[in-house]
Nanobody
Framework: QVQLVESGGGMVQPGGSLRLSCVAS????????MTWFRQVPGKERELVAQ????????YYHDSVKGRFTISRENAKNTCYLQMDNLKSEDTAVYYC??????WGQGTQVTVSS
């Protein structure tokens, strides 16, 4: 059974940092590209960052380039999203996804002064 558990969200002031974690189980983690998405109520889920199976290739939405860093530790079945210089427009629920199966519950990120 595929399970993804996100954590690390919270409330932070503009310019602050957070590190999100996504722990995966129920599938062979190192065989799958991992993606972070975010969603604001009333809007579609938006792709934020993606990382290849080995971590050698990454992709970022233009709005987060230079501020967010995606990484993974295959030995720990975990994917991370380091978020620096956060802005109010980064406020959303953040989800990780392996490209198939169920989504996790997400983790709320709120950037506010």
């Amino acid at each position: 059974q595929v399970q993804l558990v996100e954590s690390g969200g919270g409330m932070v002031q503009p310019g602050g940092s957070l590190r999100l974690s996504c722990v995966a189980s129920g599938f062979t983690f190192n065989n799958f590209v991992m993606t972070w998405f975010r969603q604001v109520p009333g809007k579609e889920r938006e792709l934020v960052a993606q990382i290849s199976t080995t971590g050698s290739t990454t992709y970022y939405h233009d709005s987060v380039k230079g501020r967010f860093t995606i990484s993974r530790e295959n030995a720990k079945n975990t994917c991370y999203l380091q978020m620096d210089n956060l802005k109010s427009e980064d406020t959303a629920v953040y989800y990780c996804w392996a490209g198939f199966g169920a989504w996790g519950q997400g983790t709320q990120v709120t950037v506010s002064s």
